[in-house]
């Protein structure tokens, strides 16, 4: 089945500190989606963004579809930013479930 | 109000107990999910269903079930919990727009700990 890769697994960052994110999946994708779970376990819902760029405030991000790849930036990071960061990928004829990379845990310290 | 609910949010249970956790949705969506979270680590999912009268197994099913009761209602069962159910569960809605499947949303998890 289809790999979703995050990279990096842990980062820790000081407050106004930029950062990428990275995640690599194996195949052709229907979707693609970037999540914030905070320390609380919410997930809340970042980009849904199969292929482009788009950005959110002080988020963005870009997926290349062709090249199987998408990075989230955070800018200007704030404590709050704390928490892990997930990838999630559909592909066709699997009834839409989402299939999750294993995180970056984001760390900002003021 | 929120999209996506799930009651109830905390749960300790003994092994062998019954166990039903519910989801309710006002999207409109008539994609269902139900996915787990072991600690550390990204959600699977055990069912999905498409609508009322379509239900389908995930990954880790064993051990589970599920009924829809409606389109804006899907409740997960553990028959018969075992402490290696301990986890944070997840509700999630989302439909599909003939080409894709369009955004997925969450609800705010469910924390069940079985002893």
């Known amino acids: 089945g289809i790999q979703v890769e995050q990279s990096p697994p842990d980062l820790i960052l000081q407050e106004g500190a930029n950062s990428t994110l990275r995640c690599n999946f194996s195949?052709?994708?229907?979707?693609l989606q970037w999540f914030h779970q905070n320390p609380w376990g919410q997930l809340i819902n970042l980009f849904y963004i199969p292929s482009g760029t788009k950005q959110n405030g002080r988020l963005s991000a870009t997926t290349v579809a062709t090249e199987r790849y998408s990075l989230l930036y955070i800018s200007s990071s704030q404590t709050t930013d704390s928490g892990v960061y997930f990838c999630a990928v559909t592909i066709y004829n699997q009834g839409g479930k989402l299939i999750f990379g294993q995180g970056t845990e984001l760390s900002v310290k003021p | 109000d929120a999209d996506v609910t799930q009651t109830p949010r905390n749960r300790i249970t003994k092994t062998g107990k019954r166990i039903m956790l519910e989801c309710s949705q006002t999207k409109g969506h008539d994609r269902m999910y139900w996915y787990r979270q072991d600690p550390g680590l990204g959600l699977r999912l055990i069912y999905y269903s498409f609508d009322v009268k379509d239900i389908n197994k995930g990954e880790i099913s064993d051990g589970y079930s599920v009924s829809r009761q409606a389109q804006a209602k899907f409740s997960l069962s553990l028959e018969s919990a075992i402490p290696n159910q301990t986890a944070l569960y997840f509700c999630?809605?989302?439909?599909?727009?003939?080409?894709?499947?369009?955004?997925?949303?969450f609800g705010p998890g469910t924390r069940l700990t079985v002893l």
């Open positions: 999630a809605t989302s439909d599909f727009n003939g080409r894709a499947y369009n955004e997925q949303f």
């Open positions: 195949d052709s994708v229907n979707n």
